[in-house]
T-cell receptor, first 115, second 118 residues
């Protein structure tokens, strides 16, 4: 079964500094990887995905993520964080072969951008 | 882009009441929708997979008689929390994947329903 680990509970970063949110995954085949963001009392908004191709994926709001197969990681990055980036971030993986369309989510990371 | 609408956003009701939550795909047809439950500051827990025209598939530990799911059309799935009690208070979120574009499309989420049982 597929699974995702987000090792940190909270990430604090000063506004304007680079932001990194870590994610590692486990899946039997080639993974489909996703990042979502959640604001308070809202559903999840899709940020970006990796399916195949270039390891560096660019998404919404200036976010990008790098797929690293050898390290089974898919860390989310933003070169310069904004206060409005403060939210809960979820990494998710889907096994396209054996995962029956289900997404496995990490526990989430609270990002706090300090003005 | 693909949009999923969830209604209502907030529900406050007395213990013993049954509550229905609707999830609609607005610009695509979804043969499969997913229902999640989220506790404060925690991840999403998949409750069940809703299948259009057939029975829902429930995750282990989720009571199917407590959480009734109906997926009668390609754009609407409903979750009914029957005889709700305070321990059912939670944030419920639905999602659906737009089948157009193939299997690599992301799931799109509704805005969630905050359920508070008094």
């Amino acid at each position: 079964a597929q699974s995702v680990a987000q090792p940190e509970d909270q990430v604090n970063v000063a506004e304007g500094n680079p932001l990194t949110v870590k994610c590692t995954y486990s899946v039997s085949g080639n993974p489909y990887l996703f990042w979502y963001v959640q604001y308070p009392n809202r559903g999840l908004q899709f940020l970006l995905k990796y399916i195949t191709g270039d390891n560096l994926v660019k998404g919404s709001y200036g976010f990008e993520a790098e797929f690293n197969k050898s390290q089974t990681s898919f860390h989310l990055k933003k070169p310069s964080a904004l206060v409005s980036d403060s939210a809960l971030y979820f990494c998710a993986v889907r096994d396209p072969i054996g995962g029956n369309n289900r997404l496995a989510f990490g526990k989430g990371n609270q990002v706090v951008v300090i003005p | 882009g693909a949009v999923v609408s969830q209604h209502p956003s907030w529900v406050i009701c007395k213990s013993g009441t049954s509550v229905k939550i609707e999830c609609r795909s607005l610009d695509f047809q979804a043969t499969t929708m997913f229902w999640y439950r989220q506790f404060p500051k925690q991840s999403l827990m998949l409750m069940a997979t809703s299948n259009e025209g057939s029975k829902a598939t429930y995750e282990q530990g989720v009571e199917k008689d407590k959480f009734l799911i109906n997926h009668a059309s390609l754009t609407l799935s409903t979750l009914t929390v029957t005889s709700a009690h305070p321990e059912d208070s939670s944030f419920y979120i639905c999602s659906a994947r737009d089948p157009r574009g193939g299997h690599n499309q992301p799931q799109h989420f509704g805005d969630g329903t905050r359920l508070s049982i008094l």
